[in-house]
């Protein structure tokens, strides 16, 4: 083999040494805490919550395929909704009326009997009182109505549904009592970072959702904030999706 050609050799065995190197995961480390701020400026620490590393395609693959599904439904509902609403305003206006007339035949009682001479027509007032009754189970039934639909549409467009369609996860890990989480990364690579936290206040249970995309940008350590300000349901540009609770 002449000199040429093993130096051509040498050259291109060089070249795949060198993409096989590039290619292999460089370690990072991403540190993170997790926490929420109430509206009284408390900072709640939420430690036990899993978070997970993501591949970041087929996260956002996932989350195509959901919204995909989920607008068409919730586009369906928009004229459910607007009737439900129209009913239930139709529904309010009656009752009111109905409580104006009550109001007014209970005046003329009160006058009727301070003057010991009964005025009202009793035929009367009894169509008002069952008019209030009926008219306030319609109200009753319409708030119903309108209630069913918001929350079949708040189920198409809330974090549930969108994360238990995510890919499995690379890697994961759970907060500290402190909210506090460290996991390796690969320094070159973009992940998706998902996690899901509850707090229980009084009889009421809040859900938060987390899933933004993240990477090192080559750097050995970076340090994450999951609050308030990148949660699904916030208007953040950081996240991913945008959902309601």
């Known amino acids: 083999m002449n000199t040429a050609r093993v130096s051509a050799l040498s050259f291109v065995v060089c070249l795949w ?21 109430t509206q009284g400026a408390e900072s709640i620490k939420l430690g036990l919550v899993e978070v997970r ?51 007014e035949v209970e005046s003329t009682l009160e006058r009727s009997l301070a003057k010991h001479n009964i005025l009202v027509d009793l035929n009367h007032a009894q169509v008002v009182i069952d008019r209030v009754e009926a008219d306030g189970k319609v109200v009753n039934s319409a708030r119903h109505a309108v209630a069913e639909v918001q929350k079949t549409a708040r189920l198409w467009n809330s974090g549930v549904l969108y994360f238990a369609s995510l890919p499995p996860a690379v890697s994961s890990v759970k907060t500290d009592a402190d909210g506090k989480f460290s996991i390796s990364l690969d320094r070159k690579a973009t992940f998706a970072l998902a996690a899901i936290a509850t707090r229980t206040i009084g009889d009421k249970i809040e859900n938060y959702y987390w899933l933004i995309a993240i990477s090192l940008n080559g750097q050995q350590n970076k340090r994450i904030f999951l609050s308030n300000d990148n949660l699904a349901t916030s208007d953040s540009k950081d996240s991913l999706v945008h959902v309601v609770e």
């Open 17 to 37: 040494l060198l993409a096989g190197c590039s290619s292999k995961p460089s370690p990072g480390r991403l540190d993170g805490d997790v926490f929420i701020v």
């Open 53 to 103: 590393i993501l591949p970041y395609q087929e996260t956002q693959d996932s989350i195509a395929k959901t919204r995909a599904l989920a607008e068409p439904e919730i586009a369906n509902l928009q004229p459910r909704l607007n009737a439900a609403l129209k009913a239930l305003a139709s529904a309010t206006a009656e009752q009111k009326a109905a409580n104006a007339d009550a109001d």
